[in-house]
T-cell receptor, first 116, second 108 residues
Framework: ETGVTQTPRHLVMGMTNKKSLKCEQH?????MYWYKQSAKKPLELMFV???????ENNSVPSRFSPECPNSSHLFLHLHTLQPEDSALYLC???????????????FGPGTRLTVL | KNEVEQSPQNLTAQEGEFITINCSYS?????LHWLQQHPGGGIVSLFM???GKKKHGRLIATINIQEKHSSLHITASHPRDSAVYIC??????????FGTGTRLQVFP
């Protein structure tokens, strides 16, 4: 049990669909992250939230829209995705405010997304 | 060129062998992370270290700040150690840069 849960674990969607990924952390952490992991590529940071405020938006296309309603929940809203967006989307959390580079991050199991 | 390079990319071993995975980086850092990713995707943080050596069970991580190099060692490897091992370094206070990972398979 990592303390970070993600739903759904698998998602198949068409390019015209709208779907949302959910992440919840039960660790009392203050920072949450969305990462994308494509095949044979390193993990890429997408968004960072600290105390529900976005502190990093790593040049992510607008078809990905994050939402952080409170410090325990993080959503990634998806719309009009492209097949190249198929990847594993990982959520993580850390105790530190505004960053995680020098703090341990705790990862969820990921959502395997396939865009047809 | 990725700022974090790992070697080897793939590694196979027999149970019981001593394993070494290497990580070299080009940016100045305050700490380096080693992560483990099992089939299915879940990632676990193994170590965060800024100098010297850390040990946890059969896992040992070392870092040489001057040479910008870190190694992850696994003693008495076991099939359950089969996973992808990822090295990551801070880019700034908000970001980690990740290596592409080393895929380890340990056979009985």
């Amino acid at each position: 049990e990592t303390g970070v849960t993600q739903t759904p674990r698998h998602l198949v969607m068409g390019m015209t669909n709208k779907k949302s990924l959910k992440c919840e952390q039960h660790l009392g952490h203050n920072a949450m992250y969305w990462y994308k992991q494509s095949a044979k590529k390193p993990l890429e940071l997408m968004f960072v939230y600290s105390l529900e405020e976005r502190v990093e938006n790593n040049s992510v296309p607008s078809r990905f829209s994050p939402e952080c309603p409170n410090s325990s929940h993080l959503f990634l809203h998806l719309h009009t995705l492209q097949p190249e967006d198929s990847a594993l989307y990982l959520c993580a959390s850390s105790q530190a405010l505004g960053g995680g580079a020098t703090d341990t991050q705790y990862f969820g199991p990921g959502t395997r997304l396939t865009v047809l | 060129k990725n700022e974090v390079e790992q070697s080897p990319q793939n590694l196979t071993a027999q149970e019981g062998e001593f394993i070494t995975i290497n990580c070299s980086y080009s940016v100045g850092i305050s700490a380096l992370h080693w992560l483990q990713q099992h089939p299915g995707g879940g990632i676990v943080s193994l170590f965060m270290l800024s100098s010297g050596k850390k040990k946890h069970g059969r896992l040992i991580a070392t870092i040489n700040i001057q040479e910008k190099h870190s190694s992850l060692h696994i003693t008495a490897s076991h099939p359950r150690d089969s996973a992808v091992y990822i090295c990551a370094v801070p880019y700034n206070t908000d970001k980690l840069i990740f290596g592409t990972g080393t895929r380890l398979q340990v056979f009985p």
